[in-house]
């Protein structure tokens, strides 16, 4: 019970800070958006694309290890601590060297000196990794959560200040920098642990038989979306970068939420009940009932406003990228299978199996991309969508084959959930044509949405649905009790 408590309190710690974090992203690229224009925005994906996938190689998948391992001491940390910290400092310096082969790639010039000052988070980066792991651990998710907020907040103040002065393109790079410097300094100063010395090469070796597969599965997962701005970046301008890159990061806000939360709470959790192959089970079909329950539909939501959502958020000029953030955000409405079946894999430390599975899936997404890419920007997100629904059964063997929960349960699951999604998208759409654009009839449209959405779970007696009222209604007990 006291488990039960401290998860749903997590849960709700993670998510507030996704979403701050996320919201206060949000707003800052809305008014840098305004600030800067679609060739800015491309220049700073194409730095990102390489940059990005060095900070994940920093980790190394130890801060997952170190978060999975029933028990840790002092020498893991110190260990992890060391390691990360060096493997920082050798990535950052790798990229200073390379930053004028990548521009030359991209055939920008520009992006030589964003790679190098982008090189800067990531030796920053190895310093968070046993604080963000000792958080996590703990389900101190409320720390977490100041953290994100002042690093979101801070940066995006500084990046504003930057381009109103005239700094284009550069404020976008610093305020990824000093977003790292003020997470990593906060997460630091609330651990209240110091590293030794001392370096154990035995524990990095036993830790990394599963950090090491999760780095690599987590790896692949990023090339295959820093792929996509590579080929756009290479084939076509940056512009049309930039364009797809607003479309993109726009559809991941929500997206990201679900992920961060199911990885950040699910991972300490259903570890701790992997033992109990029922109780592992139990709780993956109620966390895959709620999560598609109010994940899809936002999702199909975002995909049927993707025009008026742009031109609101960032201005008229970028309304051409609607197409494209409506095929990513129906692509991104399967997430909760994908994500769920490989917390549940990582909690039994099956990461081998995971490796292995995240191979087949990223293979089939590439080869879905490099498809894609003849048609263009959009081309590649339909590849993405295609990719997603194609990928869900490899998810989902593992469940099966460990847990006895593969493809048909699971869709015996969530199968009414997701008709019910595309029935309301369905009225939403025919909604968007009757009325006119904009004002109070958008407003109205989102109302109606959720009106028929939650109407037609009710009607057919979702279970989800109960599922939804008595979490919210434990959230509610629990409150209560902490408070006396």
């Keep these: 019970m006291e488990l039960r408590r401290r998860a749903l309190f997590a849960m709700a710690w993670s998510a507030a800070e996704i979403l701050l974090r996320f919201g206060s992203q949000l707003v800052v690229m809305a008014i840098l958006a305004r600030l800067l224009g679609p060739s800015d925005v491309g220049l700073m994906a194409m730095a990102m694309a390489f940059v990005a996938l060095a900070v994940l190689a920093v980790d190394g998948g130890l801060g997952a290890a170190l978060i999975q391992k029933t028990s840790i001491d002092d020498s893991d940390l110190d260990s992890v601590f060391w390691c990360a910290l060096a493997s920082g400092v050798c990535l950052g310096g790798i990229a200073w060297c390379v930053a004028p082969h990548i521009a030359d790639f ?5 992006v030589e000196s964003l790679v190098r000052t ?82 154990d090469v035995r524990r990095i070796s036993r830790l990394a038989r599963f950090g090491g597969f999760y780095m690599a599965a987590s790896m692949l997962d990023a090339v295959a979306t820093r792929l996509q701005s590579l080929l756009i970046g290479r084939l076509f301008t940056p512009a049309l970068l930039g364009y797809y890159t607003i479309a993109q990061s726009t559809q991941q806000a929500p997206a990201s939420v679900l992920v961060g939360v199911v990885n950040r709470v699910g991972l300490p959790v259903l570890s701790s009940v992997s033992a109990s192959k029922d109780e592992l089970r139990s709780g993956m079909r109620t966390g895959l009932r709620l999560s598609v329950l109010v994940f899809t539909p936002g999702m199909f939501l975002l995909a049927l406003l993707s025009e008026p959502i742009l031109g609101i958020l960032f201005g008229p000029s970028w309304v051409s990228a609607a197409n494209i953030m409506s095929l990513l955000a129906i692509g991104t409405a399967l997430w909760p299978i994908h994500v769920l079946n490989a917390v549940a894999v990582q909690s039994l430390g099956g990461s081998r199996a995971m490796f292995v599975i995240e191979i087949a899936k990223q293979c089939l997404t590439i080869a879905s991309i490099a498809v894609g890419v003849f048609w263009g920007p959009a081309g590649v997100a339909m590849g993405l969508l295609l990719a997603n629904i194609l990928c869900i059964p490899l998810s989902t063997f593992c469940s099966g084959k460990y847990l006895e929960f593969g493809l048909r349960k699971q869709s015996s699951e969530i199968g009414a959930t997701l008709l019910t999604c595309v029935v309301t998208f369905a009225i939403g759409k025919g909604l968007m044509m009757l009325l006119p654009p904009g004002g109070l009839w958008l407003v109205a449209i989102v109302v109606a949405y959720w009106v028929v959405y939650v109407g037609l779970c009710s009607m057919t007696k979702n279970r989800a649905l109960d599922d939804l009222w008595r979490m919210v209604r434990a959230l509610r007990v629990a409150g209560q009790a902490k408070g006396a």
């Design 106 to 110: 991209f055939e920008a010039p520009k």
């Design 118 to 199: 982008l090189a800067m988070v990531l030796p920053v980066t190895g310093l968070a990794v046993v604080p963000d792991a000792l958080l996590s651990r703990a389900l101190r998710f409320s720390e977490k959560t100041k953290a994100e907020a002042l690093a979101s907040v801070g940066s995006g103040v500084v990046a504003v200040a930057l381009a109103l002065s005239g700094h284009g393109v550069d404020s976008l790079a610093w305020q990824v920098v000093l977003a790292a410097l003020i997470r990593t300094a906060f997460l630091l100063g609330r651990v209240r642990w110091l590293p030794g010395i001392a370096i």
